[in-house]
């Protein structure tokens, strides 16, 4: 399940990722959430915590993660991963210098410290 961390500045969107994440969580509360800020300001402020509560991904979740990331490639401008999962920052430290957005890895203890990033 993706849940809507609030409150935060009207220009971030924000989610924490708990227990395992589904083709639906993608569908019907991120994708629809990143178009709606991509409409209303050009570009998207994200900050995406996959903390302790994170249990994984499922099905299609990836793929969905992936083929999104494709489709909006020049629509982000800042993107904030907070994690604690050593594969999960691994992974963003090989696409981050790839990334046309400006991206940043925070660790779990530091999720103020990424929404006051993404919103600057």
Request: hydrophobic fraction near 45%; charge should be negative; glycine fraction near 6%.
């Amino acid at each position: 399940m993706l849940e809507r961390i609030t409150p935060t500045s009207k220009d971030v969107l924000a989610f924490r990722a708990v227990g395992e994440i589904t083709d639906e969580d993608y569908t019907s509360t991120l994708i629809p959430a990143v178009e709606d800020q991509i409409s209303a300001q050009g570009k998207a402020r994200f900050v995406y915590v996959l903390g302790p509560e994170f249990t994984g991904f499922g099905g299609k979740a990836m793929l969905d993660d992936a083929l999104f990331g494709v489709t909006h490639w020049r629509d982000f401008e800042r993107i904030a991963v907070v994690t604690d999962r050593d594969w999960i920052a691994n992974t963003m430290r090989i696409f981050m210098p790839l990334m046309p957005a400006k991206t940043r890895l925070f660790h779990t203890d530091q999720l103020k410290d990424a929404l006051a990033w993404a919103a600057a």
